[in-house]
């Protein structure tokens, strides 16, 4: 068992800065690929970023290509999103996953996530 916390979210105005956190405890967290996704409003859960268990890939949806940036830390069992030049699009409630096996497969899609954590409100004003 994976229980996975998300803080850092917030109100921001357009092309503002955030950082998100995902803190996991439970089993061994470096043996996990990491994901976020987010979900707006009336529309379903979308895929953000995703990392392997090494942290050696990253993968990202197109609309936050060159603005977010995923990362991991396993000595502090932590997986950050650095999310720069925010627009209101942004605007949804984001998600942290964890995959067992750590590889790189189906890592966009939701199904390939066995834990989730509860979701932090990210929120761009224009």
């Known amino acids: ?3 996975l916390v998300e803080s ?3 109100l921001v105005q357009t092309g503002g800065s955030l950082r998100l956190s995902c803190a996991a ?4 967290f470096s043996s996990y690929a990491m994901g976020w996704f987010r979900q707006a409003p009336g529309k379903g859960r979308d895929f953000v970023a995703a990392i ?3 942290g050696g890939n990253t993968y990202y949806a197109d609309s936050v290509k060159g603005r977010f940036t995923i990362s991991r830390d396993i000595a502090r069992n932590t997986v950050y999103l650095q999310m720069n ?3 209101p699009e ?3 409630v984001y998600y942290c996953a964890a995959a067992q096996g750590g590889g790189n497969w189906l890592l966009r899609e939701a ?3 066995d834990y989730w954590g ?3 409100q990210v929120t761009v004003s224009s």
């Open 1 to 3: 068992q994976v229980q």
């Open 8 to 10: 850092g979210g917030g």
């Open 25 to 28: 405890s439970g089993r061994t």
């Open 52 to 54: 392997t268990w090494s």
């Open 85 to 87: 030049k925010l627009k």
């Open 90 to 92: 942004d605007t949804a």
């Open 111 to 113: 199904r390939r996530y």
């Open 118 to 120: 509860q979701g932090t």
